[in-house]
């Protein structure tokens, strides 16, 4: 089996499939603004050396070159975005994602079932180990037959860019900036690997849900996890945030593009246009012999039509639309 090594991450929606407006919630507003009660963190403003030069990554990818960036101080959710909280939004919206209107996204092909299995029609040539499974959606993350009833507290998967903005934007938040989302990912820590250090296990301990075994016949599971963990899995990072590499791919608000240089940015926000955005932090899926992308530095995209089960996300909000409430709770 030939393996496209950025085929694991960039699952794109084939247009030729069918098309569909880009879904909304026209008009609607929760009248809900950013709280730290929904588990948000306030993340100090500050200077840090962003992207890579590691020998591990993927120069192709525009991981580097290493250059100084500023962010302003922000709120992060210090947990993705769950299959509980999002069925929330769902419940007081109607919402309907983007893979329930196509009717179909990408699963694992070990995740399905038999049956399942024997009716799929579609696979990516360049990822054959991704099933084209109709049915397959947030609620049904495996196709028909399959469900999140004991999975509440693990992420929410099966979400479009569209989809994620929308619960932002319900929510009273937004998605982060690839830079504000490494800043918060590294957790204080300059140019290391992953957001505990640069060894992968402490004391041979695991410390994030990736992929043990070969890819992609067999996960031994030995970080305890085969598929998505709860999204308050290990132990956190310096800021407190949980699982911000491996378990699931975290869509960011810029559009991807691979051309920076050494210069000083201050807030950047990714090119002006483009087709795809970036997506962070990797997934469960990931192994350091074929898609080393779990890495703080890495980074991949995908369309903003495009679903999988192996894609999150996590919101921010701005100091600003915090309420004077919280800000005084902060300040204590």
């Given amino acids: 089996?030939?393996?496209?090594?950025?085929?694991?991450?960039?699952?794109?929606?084939?247009?030729?499939?069918?098309?569909?407006e880009n879904p909304a919630v026209p008009g609607y507003s929760s009248g809900k603004s950013a709280d730290i009660d929904d588990g948000m963190l306030y993340i100090p403003g500050g200077e840090f050396l962003m992207g890579s030069?590691?020998?591990?990554?993927?120069?192709q990818d525009g991981e580097g070159p290493v250059r100084t960036v500023k962010v302003k101080s922000f709120y992060i959710d210090a947990c993705t975005v769950t299959n509980e909280q999002f069925a929330e939004f769902v419940r007081e919206t109607n919402y309907v994602t983007e893979a329930e209107r196509y009717g179909w996204s990408y699963v694992f092909h070990l995740h399905v079932t038999k049956d399942v299995a024997s009716q799929v029609k579609q696979v990516p040539k360049q990822a054959p180990w991704w099933f084209v499974v109709e049915g397959a959606y947030w609620e049904h993350p495996e196709g028909p037959g399959s469900t999140i009833k004991n999975r509440m507290d693990h992420p929410v998967v099966h979400v479009s860019w569209n989809d994620a903005v929308n619960y932002c934007q319900?929510?009273?938040?937004?998605?982060?900036?690839?830079?504000?989302w490494e800043y918060a990912a590294r957790g204080g820590l300059v140019q290391k690997k992953y957001p505990w250090g640069n060894k992968l296990k402490h004391r041979g301990k695991y410390l994030c849900n990736i992929w043990q075994g070969k890819f992609p016949e067999e996960n031994t599971g030995k970080d305890g996890f085969i598929g998505t963990a709860p999204a308050k899995s290990y132990q956190?990072?310096?800021?407190g945030l949980y699982?911000?590499?491996?378990?699931?791919w975290e869509w960011c608000a810029d559009?991807?593009?691979?051309n920076h240089d050494k210069d000083f940015y201050e807030n950047p926000t990714g090119p002006s246009k483009g087709t795809a955005k970036v997506i962070k932090g990797g997934s469960y899926l990931c192994h350091r012999s074929y898609c080393n992308r779990y890495r703080v530095a890495a980074r991949s995209?995908?369309?903003m039509d495009s679903s999988s089960g192996h894609m999150g996300f996590r919101c921010v909000a701005d100091i600003l639309t915090i309420s004077s409430e919280s800000e005084k709770i902060i300040g204590e």
């Fill in 1 to 20: 089996m030939t393996k496209d090594k950025s085929a694991c991450c960039m699952l794109n929606r084939p247009r030729a499939v069918v098309t569909v």
């Fill in 53 to 59: 030069e590691d020998d591990e990554g993927f120069p």
């Fill in 170 to 180: 319900w929510a009273g938040k937004r998605l982060p900036t690839e830079a504000e």
């Fill in 236 to 239: 956190p990072n310096g800021f």
């Fill in 243 to 248: 699982n911000t590499v491996g378990n699931v």
């Fill in 255 to 258: 559009f991807f593009g691979t």
């Fill in 301 to 303: 995209s995908s369309t």
